[in-house]
């Protein structure tokens, strides 16, 4: 898995021509950021996830997330968006991203949201304390190695479905990543010759 060392991955992303969504008017757009930290040389890299709060009423209350959210209108971009809702719900200010990957369709989902996300990838050269919003409950960093071990894989039962309706998905700990941040993240590791295990 050397090609997923980050001194691999950057040049790998600087050649992607993302899929970028036209956004009319009804749907509203977000950004993430993937937060990409190395630990040392020999190690793959690590991406932070947050678990969100739980808030009656919020889809993704509790849900496992990457830092991110809502275009604001004085936001000059999708980018900014990224950056400014990381700073605003962790505390930290990722800089310049290194790549955009291709948007995320949340019209198209299991379940429909007049939604489109844009997602952003950030090299951290150091993981720093982290200031957590109200919006935030927890945060982990998940090495790739992880992420990639075919025992992570687990399936998330939707909660009030049916009995065998259920989602791929990995476990970290007591952490279940899966949905929207499940795809996003097999999309992003699609683009690096990698897979998430089914």
């Known amino acids: ?22 956004v009319d008017g009804g749907v509203r757009q977000a950004s993430v950021a993937l937060l990409l930290h190395q630990p040392s040389p020999t190690e793959l890299p690590e991406l932070l ?3 969100r709060a739980r808030v009656d009423g919020d889809p993704w209350s509790g849900h496992m997330a990457f830092p991110g959210g809502m275009r604001e209108p004085h936001d000059p971009d999708p980018e900014a968006t990224a950056t400014r809702e990381t700073l605003e719900e962790i505390g930290l200010d990722p800089g310049r991203a290194l ?3 291709d ?14 996300v844009s997602p952003f990838v950030f090299r951290v050269a150091q993981r720093p304390k982290l200031t957590f919003s109200h919006e935030v409950a927890d945060a982990v ?5 992880s992420i ?13 479905a049916t009995e065998h309706a259920s989602l791929p998905a990995f476990r970290h700990d007591r952490f279940v990543v899966w949905g929207m941040t499940f795809q996003i993240l097999d999309a992003f590791l699609g683009r690096l010759g990698a897979s998430l295990p089914r």
């Open 49 to 51: 996830f947050i678990e």
């Open 99 to 101: 790549a955009r990957l």
């Open 148 to 160: 990639l071990d075919p025992a992570a894989a687990t399936r998330y039962a939707l909660p009030g």
């Open 103 to 116: 948007d995320y369709d949340a019209r198209g989902g299991r379940r429909r949201f007049a939604l489109v």
């Open 1 to 22: 898995m050397d090609h997923l060392r980050l001194d691999r991955i950057e040049p790998a992303l600087k050649t992607l021509s993302p899929r970028v969504v036209s």
């Open 141 to 145: 960093w998940i090495p790739l190695a």
